[in-house]
């Protein structure tokens, strides 16, 4: 019997929820993310939640996580606090337009809508396919893979909103936009969010999104989305994980890049107790460019899983991808990353590398990066390496009067930068590297900024 015949307790759960709650999740979304929950909801009725008999999901167990108690909202739950009094922005030197997600709910300040005089437009998702169906209507939901991968399905059936941000055509947005989604709740909280980023042709634009607990219940995240790059368009896209270990974290980000775009990603899972984030890029307009960057730092029991998959679809495109972990204690961890050159993709040029360190006998990490070609004129390479500390290096290192710890610190410190180095906003990447410089040291064992001592 094959997995999408399965029909488990869970999933009967999840479908009953959905039944039982339609006119209620319907009544607090808006028409154009309704039309899609019957579609999406058969699709995950079909296929469930994941198991690792689903090879993409071979390292990470992913049913477990849907057993427990969870509270479901399906209107913004009204909480007595002020978010200024009780988190702060990690940089707080960092000059950003500022979106604020509660629960998987957009948590306004002012409207739910920003407009900025040069037509830059972000806020609620649910609001703008209200005020803005046109520049949502025909993208949401068009790149989500409902059909093949239950977890999205179920986001599309459930959600009800998240954060939209557009950047109209040849606007360059200096300042970048940063998301910050906040976990508080007294009870377990089971969130499912959508995002939706366009840049028009031309345009350019950062955004950073930054994942908080603030409570120290279970949190169960499943979140999807979706970017569009236009032609001639920029867009670099930073993702810091800054979780307790009692939370969990599913992410499935799906960009889409015309003729000579590029598109700069940048993963950082600083904390977490399970996180499993897939990332697919298609490369379908010639001269496109992605370069796709990630950074794992796991101790104790935790788990991070990277899923990527990058499409080159037509000719003459790039794509570049590094991901480095370090992983401590008894932490498990996961790459599983994927190029695909298509038939017609002559001169790609792809380039894949994830790096691991084990800094005990008890860390686990399982890599497979792969290349899948059908196009016979391009140029691509691999690998993947597991290993521990150089201790050639260490030996360098001591002889000139540097302490074991010490040493072994600036090699991880060294390891790590290779990936944040990447971060073109100065403050932030100078901020990324002091978070990282701590975690590796030890004393940033909670989410940073977290009143809770719950880790």
Request: charged content about 20%; glycine content about 6%.
């Amino acid at each position: 019997m094959s997995d999408k015949t399965i029909a488990t307790p869970i999933r009967e759960e999840l479908v009953s929820l959905y039944q039982n709650n339609l006119k209620l999740i319907t009544e607090g979304s808006a028409d154009i993310l309704n039309r899609h929950r019957e579609q999406a909801m058969q699709h995950f009725r079909e296929l469930g939640i994941p198991s690792q008999k689903n090879e993409k999901y071979k390292y990470s167990r992913i049913e477990p996580l849907f057993a427990h108690e969870y509270q479901k909202h399906f209107a913004p739950k009204r909480i007595a606090f002020n978010v200024d009094d009780i988190f702060r922005c990690d940089i707080p030197e960092l000059d950003t337009h500022l979106a604020l997600v509660l629960n998987g709910f957009y948590l306004p300040k002012g409207e739910k809508l920003t407009t900025l005089p040069n037509g830059v437009i972000f806020g609620s998702l649910a609001e703008a396919a209200i005020k803005f169906p046109n520049l949502v209507n025909g993208r949401y939901n068009s790149l989500a893979e409902n059909n093949t991968d239950g977890l999205v399905a179920l986001n599309t059936a459930f959600a009800q909103d998240g954060v939209f941000i557009y950047i109209p055509r040849n606007v360059v947005e200096s300042k970048p936009i940063q998301i910050i989604n906040l976990l508080m709740s007294d009870m377990n909280q089971l969130v499912q969010y959508r995002n939706l980023i366009v840049v028009e042709e031309g345009a350019q634009a950062n955004v950073l999104i930054c994942d908080h607990t603030l409570s120290p219940q279970r949190f169960l995240s499943n979140v999807v989305t979706e970017i569009f790059v236009g032609s001639n368009a920029q867009l670099e896209f930073v993702k810091m994980q800054n979780e307790h270990n009692d939370a969990a974290q599913l992410t499935h980000t799906y960009a889409h890049q015309q003729a000579d775009s590029r598109l700069v990603t940048n993963v950082l899972s600083l904390h977490g107790g399970f996180i499993r984030n897939n990332l697919a890029v298609t490369l379908a307009g010639e001269g496109a460019d992605a370069q796709l960057y990630g950074l794992y730092l796991t101790d104790r029991t935790q788990h991070t899983d990277n899923f990527t998959f990058i499409d080159h679809a037509v000719p003459n495109c790039t794509s570049n991808e590094l991901y480095k972990g370090i992983l401590d204690d008894q932490a498990t961890g996961a790459f599983n990353g994927k190029i695909m050159v298509r038939r017609d993709a002559q001169k790609t040029q792809a380039y894949q590398s994830n790096n691991n360190l084990l800094l005990t006998a008890d860390a686990r990490m399982n890599t497979k990066p792969q290349l899948e070609i059908y196009a016979d004129d391009v140029k691509c390479s691999h690998g993947a390496t597991v290993g521990q500390l150089d201790n050639e290096a260490l030996f360098y290192m001591r002889a000139r009067g540097i302490g074991e710890r010490e040493a072994k610190l600036l090699l991880m410190f060294g390891f790590a930068h290779e990936v944040v180095k990447r971060i073109s906003i100065d403050t932030l990447r100078e901020r990324i590297d002091d978070m990282v410089n701590k975690r590796l040291r030890g004393e940033l064992s909670r989410c940073h900024n977290c009143p809770m001592h719950c880790c």
